[in-house]
């Protein structure tokens, strides 16, 4: 048996494993391993998945996904979620469709901080929806924009995405950051007009909530402040090239830490929480990671990552639409896997055909995050969906029929990126050169 | 037996939880002086290789309490449409894979640190020696390998464990 056909076993066998219910991360590592042992010997194959997870573990660069995690833990556990989100409220709430757009702007401004699209959705779902609910919000509106807004935090720094995809193919992570911000707020301000839109068409959805006066939304000011300049310090101090990622991880959480001890909910059970949910997230990604590694280097040996990346530049059709295939592969494996997961198995598979095709690896870097905001909001593994539901009791079909407007709103946002590239890769251009 | 058993091997997990959770406080220490230091003129020499070595330990040692935790990703529709039966022999079928997996591993990073003694092996900048890392990677490994187990015998006997 030639190495191609025992690579193709090989990730046949790893689709068949996913189904058991098995880790991804050990079959990943177990399917690596057994398929190098065949095509090398046991003891290479051995030395090989030792030292991968060595590599991975020991690797100055992955230390910064603990840190960056933590700083999202330590927001979200904190109120400072919560200030956000009535602090906007005072600047917004009024117009309609007010306290829909006020939970994207927090969620946006939030997202500046926390890079998890989990712990968004669930601060949120805790935060907008009851309060949505008080206001007499028709829950398709108010169920809907929390689901989607969660997932805002792919392109916004400090993005656990884009962090992850950076090393994998070994792009600069400020890049990404920059390349991030201006679609995530584009898409940001698509939500915004949906909301907007809907509530015009139909006034019953979201009755309007009164107006602050100007005195108010003044005082509230210092909380988008203090998340201002946390942003500025740690994606300035990134861009500049005063920071690694990884010290960059540390000043954010350092500065966030602050900033919740000043508004004294910096408590020591808050603390413990996040400590332990950042460390589960962080094995829970490292070991992934690893997993992908181990399989990466059997997968290289059979050359499929080279050979796929020939048939598909080979193939008689033009390269948008070869792009736009391998789009919809990323959102057809991510449906049915984690969407992280996915694309840390399928990015080292199909990125020399990016390369190949000519298309720049930042930019794909914003595609790959925009795809998965789609797949975490698309059946059947619809996370954010998942977690509106868990946390509020809200039916599946009502989040559904909500998320679906801005869940349009994203596709359009993605082919505009499509079309036009320059919109996400002008801002690290411009700043950081090409 | 089954309660004792349980108990201690939650109590090791999360132990070493709290060990990787006190390794990165240290590890956001270490950053930030570095940080401090090098703006005033003399930063820490090695701290990316100190920070590396945390950062194994932060990794290594949070594995067990995340499997125990189930925090890990795993696909579940088609399990979840299976009979209880057929979802209690798959879950012994993948629990036992996974048990054999990371004692393997185990075993192959002691045999990698004692390769490591052999060669002495030590980092560019600090001359830290590199052995106790696998050591304790190894360590963590035969840890989840009692875990896995644990996750095995509640899900053979469920139930009365406290």
Same mark, same amino acid.
């Given at each position: 048996?030639?190495?191609?056909?025992?690579?193709?076993?090989?990730?046949?066998v790893?689709?068949?494993?996913?189904?058991?219910?098995?880790?991804?991360?050990?079959?990943?590592?177990?399917?690596?391993?057994?398929?190098?042992?065949?095509?090398?010997?046991?003891?290479?194959?051995?030395?090989?998945?030792?030292?991968?997870?060595?590599?991975?573990?020991?690797?100055?660069?992955?230390?910064?996904?603990?840190?960056?995690?933590?700083?999202?833990?330590?927001?979200?556990?904190?109120?400072?979620? /919560?200030?956000?989100?009535m602090?906007?409220?005072?600047?917004v709430?009024?117009?309609?469709?007010?306290?829909?757009?006020?939970?994207?702007?927090?969620?946006?401004?939030?997202?500046?901080?926390?890079?998890?699209?989990?712990?968004?959705?669930?601060?949120?779902?805790g935060?907008?929806?009851?309060?949505?609910?008080?206001?007499?919000?028709?829950?398709?509106?108010s169920?809907?924009?929390?689901?989607?807004?969660?997932?805002?935090?792919?392109?916004?720094?400090?993005?656990?995405?884009?962090?992850?995809?950076?090393?994998?193919?070994?792009?600069?992570i400020?890049?990404?950051?920059?390349?991030?911000?201006?679609?995530?707020?584009i898409?940001?301000?698509?939500?915004?007009?949906?909301?907007?839109?809907?509530?015009?068409?139909?006034?019953?959805?979201?009755?309007?909530?009164?107006?602050?006066?100007?005195?108010?939304?003044?005082?509230?000011?210092?909380?988008?402040?203090?998340?201002?300049?946390?942003?500025?310090v740690?994606?300035?101090?990134?861009?500049?090239?005063?920071?690694s990622?990884?010290?960059?991880?540390?000043?954010?959480?350092?500065?966030?830490?602050?900033?919740?001890?000043?508004?004294?909910?910096a408590?020591?059970?808050?603390?413990?929480?996040?400590?332990?949910?950042?460390?589960?997230?962080?094995?829970?990604?490292?070991?992934?990671?690893?997993?992908?590694?181990?399989?990466?280097?059997?997968?290289?040996?059979?050359?499929?990552?080279?050979?796929?990346?020939?048939?598909?530049t080979?193939?008689?059709?033009?390269?948008?639409?070869?792009?736009?295939?391998?789009?919809?592969?990323?959102?057809?494996?991510?449906s049915?896997?984690?969407?992280?997961?996915?694309?840390?198995l399928?990015?080292?598979?199909?990125y020399?055909?990016?390369?190949?095709?000519?298309?720049?690896?930042?930019?794909?870097?914003?595609?790959?995050?925009?795809?998965?905001?789609?797949?975490?909001?698309?059946?059947?593994?619809?996370?954010?969906?998942?977690?509106?539901?868990?946390i509020?009791?809200?039916?599946?079909?009502?989040?559904?029929?909500?998320?679906?407007?801005?869940?349009?709103?994203?596709i359009?946002?993605?082919?505009?990126?499509?079309?036009?590239?320059?919109?996400?890769t002008?801002?690290?251009?411009?700043?950081?050169? /090409? | 037996?089954?309660?004792?058993?349980?108990?201690?091997?939650?109590?090791i997990?999360?132990?070493?939880?709290?060990?990787?959770?006190?390794?990165?406080?240290?590890?956001?220490?270490i950053?930030?002086?570095?940080?401090i230091?090098?703006?005033?003129?003399?930063?820490?020499?090695?701290?990316?290789?100190?920070?590396s070595?945390?950062?194994s330990?932060?990794?290594?040692?949070?594995?067990?309490?995340?499997?125990?935790?189930?925090?890990?990703?795993?696909?579940?529709?088609?399990?979840?449409?299976?009979?209880?039966?057929?979802?209690?022999?798959?879950?012994?079928?993948?629990?036992?894979?996974?048990?054999?997996l990371?004692?393997?591993?185990?075993?192959?990073?002691?045999?990698?640190?004692?390769?490591?003694?052999?060669?002495?092996?030590?980092?560019?900048?600090?001359?830290?020696?590199?052995?106790?890392?696998?050591?304790?990677?190894?360590l963590?490994?035969?840890?989840?390998?009692?875990?896995?187990?644990?996750?095995?015998v509640?899900?053979?006997?469920?139930?009365?464990?406290?």
């Open positions: 048996m030639n190495e191609v056909m025992v690579g193709l076993i090989g990730l046949a790893l689709l068949g494993l996913f189904l058991t219910g098995i880790e991804l991360s050990f079959c990943m590592t177990l399917v690596g391993f057994i398929g190098f042992a065949y095509l090398n010997s046991f003891s290479s194959a051995a030395n090989l998945v030792v030292k991968d997870f060595f590599d991975t573990f020991t690797s100055y660069g992955y230390t910064v996904i603990p840190l960056f995690v933590l700083m999202g833990q330590i927001a979200s556990n904190s109120d400072i979620a /919560k200030r956000l989100y602090a906007a409220h005072k600047w709430g009024h117009v309609p469709g007010g306290l829909a757009m006020t939970t994207i702007a927090g969620a946006t401004i939030f997202k500046a901080m926390c890079g998890s699209t989990l712990a968004t959705v669930a601060t949120f779902s935060i907008a929806i009851p309060e949505m609910e008080r206001y007499g919000y028709d829950k398709r509106l169920a809907g924009v929390v689901a989607s807004v969660g997932t805002i935090g792919m392109l916004i720094p400090p993005s656990i995405v884009l962090i992850i995809y950076g090393i994998i193919v070994e792009q600069s400020g890049r990404l950051f920059l390349a991030g911000i201006v679609p995530g707020l898409i940001s301000l698509f939500f915004m007009c949906i909301a907007y839109a809907w509530v015009t068409i139909k006034p019953a959805m979201a009755p309007r909530a009164e107006k602050e006066p100007w005195h108010e939304r003044w005082r509230v000011l210092p909380d988008f402040i203090w998340v201002a300049i946390i942003f500025i740690v994606i300035g101090g990134l861009m500049t090239g005063k920071f990622p990884t010290e960059a991880g540390t000043i954010g959480t350092i500065a966030v830490l602050i900033l919740a001890a000043v508004k004294r909910q408590g020591f059970k808050m603390l413990v929480k996040s400590w332990d949910e950042s460390l589960r997230t962080a094995v829970m990604t490292l070991l992934l990671i690893a997993g992908s590694v181990v399989l990466g280097h059997f997968l290289a040996i059979t050359e499929i990552p080279f050979i796929a990346a020939d048939w598909t080979g193939l008689p059709l033009p390269r948008w639409l070869i792009m736009v295939l391998i789009i919809i592969v990323y959102l057809i494996g991510g049915f896997i984690d969407d992280l997961a996915f694309m840390i399928a990015t080292p598979i199909f020399p055909a990016v390369l190949k095709l000519g298309y720049d690896p930042i930019w794909f870097g914003i595609m790959i995050g925009i795809t998965i905001m789609i797949g975490v909001l698309i059946p059947p593994v619809a996370i954010c969906v998942f977690i509106v539901k868990n509020t009791g809200i039916p599946f079909n009502i989040i559904y029929k909500g998320v679906l407007p801005f869940l349009l709103s994203l359009a946002c993605a082919m505009l990126l499509f079309l036009f590239p320059e919109i996400a002008f801002l690290p251009d411009l700043l950081m050169g /090409k | 037996m089954k309660n004792i058993f349980l108990s201690t091997v939650f109590k997990d999360v132990t070493f939880h709290a060990i990787a959770g006190s390794v990165l406080a240290f590890m956001m220490v950053t930030l002086l570095d940080i230091m090098r703006n005033l003129g003399s930063p820490i020499v090695g701290t990316v290789e100190i920070i070595f945390c950062g330990v932060v990794i290594g040692f949070a594995i067990p309490y995340t499997s125990w935790k189930k925090a890990h990703v795993y696909v579940d529709f088609l399990i979840e449409k299976l009979s209880p039966a057929s979802k209690k022999s798959m879950a012994v079928i993948t629990r036992c894979m996974g048990i054999l990371f004692a393997f591993i185990g075993y192959n990073f002691i045999i990698y640190g004692l390769d490591l003694i052999r060669t002495k092996e030590v980092s560019p900048s600090f001359k830290l020696p590199y052995y106790p890392i696998p050591f304790g990677l190894s963590s490994c035969f840890l989840q390998c009692l875990t896995l187990i644990a996750d095995l509640k899900t053979i006997h469920p139930g009365g464990d406290r």
